[in-house]
């Protein structure tokens, strides 16, 4: 059954109850997981990899037991492999079609993208880069060196990169990028202090997960 047809088919009295948790003789349903079917999350992998490739991304993706990882339904054992789609992706020198792998939970139907550590989602420039860009920026050395190694990455780019932490993310984390940080640690403060990456715009669910290393 479509999810449009399943959604069709539901008496709007049953969805309003369980919301309250008070079912008047109708089917109970899990409002979440009815909410989520189709819907598109993202599970980013700490740490980062050690040299980014699809190879290196490949290795990631085998190494996790999905079913010690919880959806951002709840339910823990329900994620299987579901397809994958080609990503964009800015590294320091080239740019390149990343296959990104795709998991859906067997409980609510909803997907999620798996990403390593070193990917921000929703854009194509990778986390190492754009923390260079903001130190870059705020140490006054400008960006010109990184714009030459890759001229895929241009000065939009560049002014988007810093626009976004300046609005966004520098009030109350600037102390994140603070001299010395790596590239781990910025990726663990961010996800325990707003549970999203660093430099994550929307506020889409990321799921923050260990791989064995
Ligand atoms: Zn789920």
């Known amino acids: ?38 819907r598109r999350f993202m599970i980013t992998v700490y740490p980062s990899l050690e040299h ?29 492999f579901n397809g994958s789609y080609k990503r964009r992706i800015k590294t320091k020198t080239d740019t390149y079609l990343l296959r990104v792998q795709r998991t859906r939970c067997r409980s609510c ?9 070193d990917i921000i989602p929703y854009n ?3 986390l190492d880069e754009q923390i260079a860009i903001i ?3 705020e140490s006054g050395d400008g960006n010109r060196d990184l714009l030459n190694a890759n001229p895929d990455i241009d000065e939009n780019n560049v002014a988007a990169v810093i626009r976004r932490y300046d609005k966004v993310w520098m009030e109350e984390n600037s102390d994140i990028t603070a001299d010395g940080s790596s590239q781990d640690s910025i990726v663990r403060k961010s996800f325990e202090r707003t549970e999203r990456q660093f430099l994550q715009i929307k506020r889409t669910s990321n799921i923050f997960v260990n791989r064995p290393t």
């Open 135 to 137: 130190r870059n920026h």
């Open 124 to 126: 194509q420039i990778l």
């Open 1 to 38: 059954m479509s999810w449009r047809l399943a959604r069709l088919q539901l008496p709007e009295p049953c969805l309003v109850a369980s919301r309250r948790r008070k079912l008047h003789g109708c089917f109970s349903i899990n409002i979440h997981s009815v909410y989520d079917f189709g």
């Open 52 to 80: 980014f490739s699809q190879a290196a991304y490949d290795a990631m993706v085998r190494s996790l037991d999905l079913s010690r990882i919880s959806c951002t339904c709840g339910m823990e054992g329900a994620l299987y």
């Open 109 to 117: 139907g909803a997907t999620h993208a798996i990403f390593p550590a």
